[in-house]
């Protein structure tokens, strides 16, 4: 299992370098992310798949049911399992196009989920760009909440963007473009400003709900 970064060490280097992140650390540190075992990879990315396009709480039923299902989630299961059990479980016939293609390249070695400790985050992403059905966001969350890897900033994910914004009292929300400018000096510690940020945005949203229900 690969070992949990020592966020300590991150959270002196973003003072020292980025020091309007000073707020934050203060407040939610320590970080509290720590990387999944090798063994769960592979359930972690096919409910990313899963969860293209649909709700949280769908995707936890669907998630459910499948694990039912087959057992163990595993590519060789996921193999095993025929159309009309998947379909009977609430699955599309893409998702299951899908799950089904990613099965085949984990077990054919297309894609080498037991080396990706060993891989740099962009080997990774280029393998796993490969599969059908896995964009630049799903990749990003993995590589940052799955694996820890402590250099990855989520150009994607419109709730970190939107935090950057609010953090930078920035006019617009930033594009990809913009945010790798604006996160360049918390290299090698990005994946860990993102994380405080996160605690903050959802921070605000607690209590800005606290709020409206006291009203």
């Not at 970064?5 to 509290?32: H, M, N, R, V």
């Not at 609430?90 to 297309?110: C, E, P, T």
Request: a neutral charge; aromatic letters at 8%; charged letters at 25%.
């Amino acid at each position: 299992m690969p070992q949990t970064p020592d966020w300590s060490l991150g959270d002196k280097y973003l003072i020292q370098e980025a020091p309007f992140l000073e707020p934050l650390i203060e407040k939610f540190s320590p970080c509290t992310l720590v990387p999944e075992k090798e063994d769960r990879y592979f359930a972690t990315l096919l409910r990313g798949l899963i969860s293209q396009q649909l709700p949280p709480a769908v995707v936890n039923d669907l998630c459910r049911k499948i694990s039912l299902l087959v057992g163990e989630v595993t590519p060789e299961n996921i193999i095993a399992t025929t159309d009309k059990e998947l379909l009977a479980q609430g699955l599309v016939q893409q998702k299951i196009d899908y799950l089904r293609n990613f099965s085949h390249m984990v077990a054919n070695g297309q894609v080498t989920l037991d080396k990706f400790e060993e891989m740099s985050d962009t080997e990774i992403s280029k393998q796993l760009l490969l599969v059908k059905g896995l964009g630049q966001w799903t990749i990003e969350m993995f590589l940052l909440l799955a694996l820890c890897r402590t250099d990855v900033v989520p150009t994607a994910d419109h709730n970190f963007a939107k935090a950057l914004q609010t953090l930078l009292n920035l006019p617009a929300l930033p594009k990809r473009g913009e945010i790798n400018k604006l996160t360049a000096s918390w290299r090698p510690w990005r994946s860990l400003a993102v994380w405080y940020l996160w605690q903050a945005s959802d921070d605000l949203a607690k209590r800005e709900a606290l709020a409206k229900n006291k009203k």
